[in-house]
């Protein structure tokens, strides 16, 4: 006779624990993977065409061989490497080795535009702001004209910042670059040519004030595609050299030994603060370890304000104690601390970050990322977000009848889509937000209403024959509904065990049961991508989130089974 599910469980979550302690750093950190990117790549090697051809070009030469090595057998290119494909990095890829060498490339060119061109060419593209960009990289390749598309006002930087603020939120930075790209390809006339001349100076301003905020000299977002674009952008408007060098730089020092360039920094902090909190969920909150953890993140906590984005001091953003302070991350990471109640001089951390969280909620009542009340759609406001930050409210002591999370509530119980489910604006498909929703219904009496009951069951009809979840029905090229992953089926086991399935429901302990066994031989589990670097165009894996929502959903797991009568009778 097997042993029991739950003694399964607690060998897997000690089997995980002991692996993520022996790799933890002496700071209190883990180190994690950074995936080497499709876009990165293909924007750097763009970039360091354009803007340093004769110094740079070995890099450029590896970084092309790259990409061909890399693209798939179905003509595209995924996220990351042998990622399934996905649209963007397809065109900014086939664009980069074009432009590079037509000849050389010609083949894998062509298979790439022979699969763009059945999905729909550009014109498939429902975001604005990345059509714009996917035309751009195929003009600066010659294989498509940007003239006539519609004009990038870039005058809307001589406003005031209120105005233009929730309008662009994070795009600030790619959107100075597309407007010189586009004023480079084709000029402006008459007053337009006059409203754009007088805007650059207030471009260069916004851009110098984005790269004040952040860590390193040339640097946007931490993100080395982000400061591709920029670097084409103020290559093409003739900047002031300076200003190129700085990006060329920062793209230099990045590049892999094989040719390519990652995704982001500060992957670390992100999954790192999901490590912390799944080790605390698994039962290890008290340990001096998690504790060494915990006053990392603290450490990493903002101290400035970010005032592009009107962000007061307090938040936390991936690339560390500077860079993009956003909401996402700010709540993983205080999902992290509040476990352990506050610690130390931890407690005015914790407070000040709780008050950072409160202070970026919606008029609406809802979270989005970086930007509050903004208008773009990428930005926010963001169910997954909105549920997560009402998690870490309840968990920091805000009560159910504080109006912030009457407020929030209220909005989330209007948001869900008509089959149930809930979407999430940085994961992909809807196995996370149903989930996050789920938890926050929970945590909130809320298991009874109607809204909870459908998405409770959008999400169980979304299981998979093996026990375990996907993305759901999504319609997103690159979403396999098919399969499942370590991240998806622990997201939904512990959004619905939080809603109030029980432990010994088949379809619980099946779950369980997948996790446990999808566990690799050291301990860990593997990644797969469902981060979303570009909604739905561009995703990427990381390896420190994976075992965190793991740890997370096996510890909830393991604490809602005990005394259960099929534990202790052991299933055969």
Known sequence: MRASLSSRVERSVARAAEALFAAQRPDGSWPNRRPTAVLGTAGAVVALHLADPERSRDLVERGARWLVEAQNADGGWGGVARAPTQFVPTVVAASALHLLDPRGAREPVRRARDLLDRRGGVRSLTDPGMAHMAATFL?????????????????????????????????????????????????????????????????????????RGENDRGGYGGDNWLVSVVCIGLSRAGAPEELVSATVGYLRSNVHRDGSWHIMQGLDLIGGSYVARGLADAGFAADPRLARARAWLRGCQQDEAFPIFDAPPGGWGWEGPRGWPNILDSANVLSALVAAGGEGDGEESLRRGLRWLESRQDRAGSWGTFVPDTTLANDGPCPYVTAQSVEVLFDGGVPRQDPRIVKALEWLLAAQRADGAYEALWYRGLTPGTSMALVAFGRAGLTGHPAATRAREALLDAQLADGSWGPGETGVPGDDASAGTVEETAWALRGLLACGVPADDPRLRRAAEWIVAAQRGDGLWEPSPVCMHIRDLAYYVDGLIVNGLALKALGSYRDAAAGSPLEEQGAP
């Open 139 to 211: 003009t600066l390749a010659g294989l498509g004209d940007i003239q006539g598309s519609r004009r990038i006002p870039l005058e809307l930087l001589m406003l005031p910042r209120r105005f233009w603020r929730p309008r662009l939120s994070f795009r600030v930075a790619p959107f100075v670059a597309m407007a010189f790209v586009q004023a480079r390809h084709d000029p402006p006339k008459g007053l337009a040519r006059l409203l754009h001349r007088l805007a650059v100076p207030a471009a260069y301003r916004a851009l110098a004030e984005v790269e």
